[in-house]
């Protein structure tokens, strides 16, 4: 931290905590509470049971988790492989290039969601392309909507890069495709395995543009949970949610451990 003084210290541990509790955590014990529930009456939730989570984990919401594992795993490989061509591509193109790039990728997430999912839903939805009610319209959404977060986060890694290691290795005669495998993108790795974790991330709660998307023997699991809750099984819903929420947190601790072995290389 930036404070030098115990007491400024603990102003900014108090400050974050204030802030933190109410805003972040909160939220999420509630959910979590109400996994364990039966009812609600007064502040708490009441009736504690795990039959929440017995029928979280089989049947339609067990196929909805690896629906969701599916596409988010797909997703996030077909955004990585893009977004790291894109960024490498502008890092070449130079200012003017790579303006239009960054413009080019980062549209997808400067409209809504849905708006994404219906543009997807017209563009693909009429021959040649026929992929309305498939689980490939599914995918392409997600892909489009992470990919730009694989391209900016492979971007900033690349400006931070430092070249000697490439004029190194091309001085002593490796050809251009030698110097991307084995120099640049082994620096990259790093960065690379930290943009598969957030696209996996956010395809694994992605909802807005995948309800206008999804055939019904493609339902990922933030649909299963909407529609638990809109039909009035907030505590099963719950429970869903929990289940959706320790799947994302244990792959991204995977990738985590990934990132740091790849930083320590």
């Known amino acids: 931290m930036l404070v030098h003084s115990r007491g400024g210290r603990w102003a900014a541990w108090i400050l974050f905590a204030i802030l933190f509790v109410p805003l972040f955590a909160l939220p999420l014990l509630v959910v979590v509470a109400a996994s364990f529930a039966t009812h609600w009456s007064g502040a708490f ?74 543009a997807v839903l017209v563009a693909f939805s009429k021959p040649p392309l026929l992929l309305n009610g498939t689980s490939t319209i599914v995918v392409l959404a997600h892909t489009i909507l992470v990919t730009a977060f694989a391209y900016q986060s492979v971007s900033a890694a690349i400006v931070r890069l430092d070249p000697a290691y490439e004029q190194a290795a091309a ?49 990922p699991l933030p649909v299963r949970i909407f529609t ?25 601790l995977a990738v985590s451990r990934v990132r740091t072995r790849a930083s320590y290389r």
């Open 171 to 219: 001085s002593l005669g490796a050809r251009p495709a030698y110097v991307l495998w084995r120099v640049r993108l082994p620096l990259l790795l790093p960065s690379l395995t930290a943009a598969a974790g957030l696209c996996f991330a956010l395809s694994m709660g992605e909802l807005s543009a995948t309800m206008m998307l999804y055939p019904p023997d493609w339902t």
């Open 45 to 118: 939730p009441s009736g504690p049971t795990t039959a929440n989570y017995a029928s979280a984990v089989q049947g339609e919401s067990l196929q909805a988790l690896t629906t969701s594992l599916v596409t988010a795993l797909a997703a996030s490989l077909l955004a990585l492989t893009a977004g790291t061509w894109a960024a490498l591509a502008a890092a070449a193109l130079g200012k003017r290039g790579k303006r239009v790039l960054d413009a080019l990728f980062m549209l997808p997430v400067a409209v809504p969601s849905v708006v994404v999912g219906l």
């Open 228 to 252: 638990a809750t809109d039909r009035g099984s907030l505590f099963g819903g719950s429970a869903v949610a929990v289940v959706l929420m320790a799947t994302t947190l244990l792959v991204l």
